[in-house]
């Protein structure tokens, strides 16, 4: 197993070679889980979406082998809901679907609930139900601030917020998608939250000409491409 320790240090890289280094790692063994999450984040910053799943899906094998069955489920909501984005339904609810298995089976309240409400508000917002989509992440919010999860409180209250504009609350809409994307950082660490962040701050500038994120395809491209530098 090759850990983050046995690499040179990532800091001042480009994602592209963050990128390549772990692939080249991984040719000599499997990676760690971390080192996994970190190159779906970076794959997703190159536009590699295969590489993302794949990525993803070895880092919940390894979590899970580990006995570390919420970690799991992160990785496996991050590629249900990166799978969810790209319009693979079919896909994106088999790895939801086996996040909320894991859940279940662990029993428990856990921040991991609130991360698995998400997709429920983007089915709201798809299906033109703003208020719906706005009590969803309502309800959200409430369980990222009882955790004190920045990442999910971001991306909760940017729905929130792209809820209210729908709604025609143009003010308070634009200021609570303002909030949640200032509320979160690119932390290698946390899979592709950035990435992802990254991307809903596209939805929300194409979203008033758009009504939808995926009618500007280019500029979300574009932001993975000019994103942040790694932090590790």
Not at 50 to 58: H, I, N, Q
Request: glycine residues 10%; aromatic residues 6%; contains cysteine.
């Amino acid at each position: 197993m090759i850990s983050g320790q046995d690499r040179p240090p990532l800091g001042g890289r480009t994602w592209e070679q963050v990128c390549a280094e772990l692939e080249e790692a991984e040719r000599n063994g499997p990676l760690s889980a971390r080192d996994y999450e970190l190159l779906a984040t970076a794959a997703y910053m190159i536009g590699a979406d295969d590489t993302v799943v794949r990525a993803l899906e070895a880092a919940h094998r390894s979590h899970l082998t580990r006995h570390e069955p919420l970690r799991a489920v992160r990785c496996a909501f991050w590629a249900g809901l990166h799978l969810r984005l790209r319009g693979e339904h079919g896909p994106a609810s088999g790895w939801l679907g086996r996040a909320a298995r894991i859940l279940e089976r662990e029993g428990g309240d856990c921040v991991e609930r609130g991360y698995l409400h998400l997709p429920t508000v983007l089915e709201h917002d798809a299906r033109g139900e703003h208020e719906a989509a706005f009590d969803a992440a309502r309800h959200t919010v409430e369980i990222a601030e009882r955790f004190e999860d920045a990442d999910l409180f971001a991306l909760a209250v940017h729905e929130q917020g792209r809820a209210l504009i729908k709604l025609g609350r143009l003010r308070e809409g634009l200021r609570a998608v303002a909030g949640g994307v200032c509320m979160s950082g690119f932390a290698c660490a946390e899979v592709v939250m950035g990435a992802l962040v990254a991307v809903f701050r596209s939805r929300a500038c194409v979203c008033l000409g758009e009504g939808s994120w995926m009618g500007a395809p280019s500029l979300v491209f574009v932001v993975r491409r000019t994103g942040p530098r790694p932090r590790c």
